[in-house]
């Protein structure tokens, strides 16, 4: 079997696992290519670090923060409700929320 197809299997495992369990996803799948790149594909960790986008990982563990303590101060709430106030209920107008503004 090809490397590829097993990354795929493993990928809709984790799908599996992360939708029926409480488990982050985002973590099952670092795990998950840690075992299949050192496991299966053979590569040694110092090419896994060469290959792995740092600092894409940085921003975006940054930006999942940072909506965290937004979700969690109710800030979205209050977004959404002013919103809603602004197109007088109309679910059906919010699209265009970002053109009005």
Do not use: H
Not at 73 to 97: C, E, H, N, Y
């Amino acid at each position: 079997m090809s490397l590829e197809i097993i990354a795929i299997i493993v990928l809709l495992i984790i799908f599996v696992v992360g939708a029926s369990l409480p488990i982050n996803i985002g973590v099952l799948g670092l795990v998950a290519a840690y075992i299949v790149g050192t496991q299966i594909s053979g590569l040694s960790m110092d090419e896994i670090y060469s290959i792995f986008p740092a600092e894409l990982f940085i921003i975006m563990a940054g930006i999942t923060y940072l909506f965290t303590i937004i979700q969690k101060s109710g800030v979205i709430d209050l977004i959404a409700d002013s919103g809603l106030r602004l197109v007088k209920g109309k679910v059906s107008l919010t699209p265009w929320l970002t053109c009005s503004c």
